[in-house]
Protein backbone atom coordinates (compact mmCIF):
# COMPACT_ATOMS: atom_id res chain seq x y z
CA UNK A 1 0.00 0.00 0.00
CA UNK A 2 0.87 3.50 -0.65
CA UNK A 3 2.28 5.88 2.01
CA UNK A 4 0.67 9.30 2.01
CA UNK A 5 2.98 12.59 3.40
CA UNK A 6 0.65 15.31 4.09
CA UNK A 7 1.97 18.72 2.81
CA UNK A 8 -1.24 20.93 3.29
CA UNK A 9 -3.95 19.19 5.52
CA UNK A 10 -6.02 22.33 5.31
CA UNK A 11 -6.73 25.23 3.10
CA UNK A 12 -10.17 27.01 3.01
CA UNK A 13 -12.01 29.74 1.69
CA UNK A 14 -15.28 30.57 2.90
CA UNK A 15 -17.15 33.20 1.11
CA UNK A 16 -20.83 34.71 0.04
CA UNK A 17 -20.03 35.96 -3.16
CA UNK A 18 -21.80 36.51 -6.72
CA UNK A 19 -19.40 34.94 -9.37
CA UNK A 20 -19.94 32.53 -12.38
CA UNK A 21 -19.24 28.88 -11.38
CA UNK A 22 -18.76 27.66 -15.23
CA UNK A 23 -15.69 30.12 -15.70
CA UNK A 24 -14.06 29.27 -11.91
CA UNK A 25 -14.33 25.80 -13.12
CA UNK A 26 -12.29 26.94 -16.16
CA UNK A 27 -10.30 28.66 -14.74
CA UNK A 28 -9.39 25.71 -11.82
CA UNK A 29 -9.25 23.17 -14.96
CA UNK A 30 -6.76 25.43 -16.74
CA UNK A 31 -4.26 26.15 -14.08
CA UNK A 32 -4.08 22.05 -13.74
CA UNK A 33 -3.71 21.41 -17.34
CA UNK A 34 -0.85 23.88 -17.74
CA UNK A 35 0.63 22.39 -14.64
CA UNK A 36 0.31 18.92 -15.94
CA UNK A 37 -2.14 17.40 -13.50
CA UNK A 38 -4.58 14.97 -14.15
CA UNK A 39 -8.29 16.39 -13.60
CA UNK A 40 -11.09 14.36 -11.75
CA UNK A 41 -14.29 14.78 -10.58
CA UNK A 42 -14.71 12.38 -8.30
CA UNK A 43 -18.07 13.49 -6.33
CA UNK A 44 -20.94 15.27 -6.84
CA UNK A 45 -24.06 15.49 -4.77
CA UNK A 46 -26.87 18.55 -5.84
CA UNK A 47 -29.78 18.92 -3.67
CA UNK A 48 -32.26 21.37 -5.04
CA UNK A 49 -34.98 23.08 -2.90
CA UNK A 50 -37.35 25.59 -3.61
CA UNK A 51 -35.82 28.74 -4.38
CA UNK A 52 -32.40 27.50 -3.69
CA UNK A 53 -29.55 24.85 -4.40
CA UNK A 54 -27.01 23.41 -2.82
CA UNK A 55 -24.22 21.24 -4.10
CA UNK A 56 -21.73 19.14 -2.48
CA UNK A 57 -18.34 18.33 -5.30
CA UNK A 58 -14.98 16.71 -4.81
CA UNK A 59 -12.36 17.10 -7.21
CA UNK A 60 -8.84 15.44 -7.41
CA UNK A 61 -5.42 16.72 -9.24
CA UNK A 62 -2.97 14.38 -9.68
CA UNK A 63 0.83 14.56 -11.15
CA UNK A 64 3.33 11.62 -11.49
CA UNK A 65 6.65 13.49 -10.12
CA UNK A 66 8.66 10.17 -10.88
CA UNK A 67 8.04 6.42 -10.94
CA UNK A 68 8.30 6.97 -7.02
CA UNK A 69 6.38 9.92 -6.15
CA UNK A 70 3.00 11.88 -7.17
CA UNK A 71 1.28 14.58 -6.33
CA UNK A 72 -2.24 15.18 -5.43
CA UNK A 73 -4.53 18.02 -4.54
CA UNK A 74 -7.96 17.76 -3.22
CA UNK A 75 -10.75 19.74 -3.68
CA UNK A 76 -13.81 19.63 -1.60
CA UNK A 77 -16.50 22.49 -2.88
CA UNK A 78 -19.57 23.31 -1.34
CA UNK A 79 -21.95 25.54 -2.31
CA UNK A 80 -24.99 26.80 0.03
CA UNK A 81 -28.43 27.93 -0.92
CA UNK A 82 -27.46 29.10 -4.51
CA UNK A 83 -29.82 30.92 -6.63
CA UNK A 84 -28.98 32.39 -10.42
CA UNK A 85 -28.59 35.65 -11.00
CA UNK A 86 -27.89 37.90 -14.21
CA UNK A 87 -24.34 38.91 -14.68
CA UNK A 88 -23.13 41.26 -17.00
CA UNK A 89 -22.56 39.02 -19.96
CA UNK A 90 -23.49 35.73 -18.60
CA UNK A 91 -25.60 33.72 -15.86
CA UNK A 92 -23.87 33.09 -12.31
CA UNK A 93 -24.83 32.26 -9.40
CA UNK A 94 -25.17 34.13 -5.98
CA UNK A 95 -24.67 32.47 -2.49
CA UNK A 96 -22.09 30.58 0.25
CA UNK A 97 -19.28 29.11 -1.32
CA UNK A 98 -17.10 26.86 1.12
CA UNK A 99 -13.91 25.41 -0.54
CA UNK A 100 -11.27 23.06 1.20
CA UNK A 101 -7.58 22.44 -0.57
CA UNK A 102 -5.44 19.56 0.69
CA UNK A 103 -2.09 18.38 -0.41
CA UNK A 104 -0.41 15.34 -0.01
CA UNK A 105 2.61 13.58 -1.63
CA UNK A 106 2.07 9.46 -2.55
CA UNK A 107 4.95 7.53 -2.31
CA UNK A 108 5.40 3.92 -3.87
CA UNK A 109 1.82 4.32 -5.68
CA UNK A 110 2.47 1.65 -7.55
CA UNK A 111 2.92 -1.16 -5.12
CA UNK A 112 6.61 -1.84 -5.69
CA UNK A 113 7.85 -1.96 -2.32
CA UNK A 114 5.04 -3.96 -0.47
CA UNK A 115 6.24 -7.86 -1.41
CA UNK A 116 7.32 -8.60 2.32
CA UNK A 117 8.59 -7.28 5.48
CA UNK A 118 11.82 -7.11 4.31
CA UNK A 119 11.59 -4.96 1.04
CA UNK A 120 9.23 -2.65 3.42
CA UNK A 121 11.83 -2.29 5.51
CA UNK A 122 14.41 -1.67 3.48
CA UNK A 123 12.14 1.08 1.69
CA UNK A 124 11.78 2.85 4.96
CA UNK A 125 15.34 3.04 5.39
CA UNK A 126 15.46 3.99 1.90
CA UNK A 127 12.99 6.80 2.15
CA UNK A 128 14.87 8.33 5.73
CA UNK A 129 18.20 8.23 4.80
CA UNK A 130 18.82 8.63 1.08
CA UNK A 131 15.36 10.38 -0.57
CA UNK A 132 14.54 12.76 2.75
CA UNK A 133 16.30 15.74 0.52
CA UNK A 134 14.39 15.03 -2.53
CA UNK A 135 10.71 14.30 -0.57
CA UNK A 136 11.44 17.64 1.07
CA UNK A 137 12.12 19.52 -2.05
CA UNK A 138 9.20 17.80 -3.24
CA UNK A 139 7.32 19.03 -0.60
CA UNK A 140 7.98 22.77 -1.17
CA UNK A 141 6.97 22.30 -4.58
CA UNK A 142 3.76 20.53 -3.98
CA UNK A 143 2.93 23.38 -1.17
CA UNK A 144 4.00 26.27 -3.54
CA UNK A 145 1.57 25.04 -6.22
CA UNK A 146 -1.18 24.35 -3.65
CA UNK A 147 -0.78 28.31 -2.42
CA UNK A 148 -1.12 29.14 -6.20
CA UNK A 149 -4.20 27.16 -7.01
CA UNK A 150 -5.47 28.32 -3.89
CA UNK A 151 -4.97 32.26 -4.26
CA UNK A 152 -6.40 32.36 -8.01
CA UNK A 153 -9.01 30.86 -6.79
CA UNK A 154 -9.12 33.52 -4.36
CA UNK A 155 -8.22 36.29 -6.51
CA UNK A 156 -11.32 35.62 -9.06
CA UNK A 157 -13.49 35.58 -5.73
CA UNK A 158 -11.82 38.67 -4.98
CA UNK A 159 -10.25 37.79 -1.64
CA UNK A 160 -6.90 38.85 -0.79
CA UNK A 161 -4.12 36.78 -1.52
CA UNK A 162 -1.70 34.22 1.16
CA UNK A 163 1.71 34.06 0.87
CA UNK A 164 3.25 30.15 1.42
Do not use: C
Request: charged letters at 35%.
Amino acid sequence: MSEIDYVIPALKIEQEAVFNFADLYKLMKSWFDFHRYDFYEREHVDISQEEAKSDFLKWEAERKVDDYVKFHIEMRIKLINVKEVHLKESMGVQGGINIKFESFLEKDYEDNWEKNFFIKFVRGLYDHFLLRDRFARYGNELKDETYDIFNQVKAFLRLRSVKA
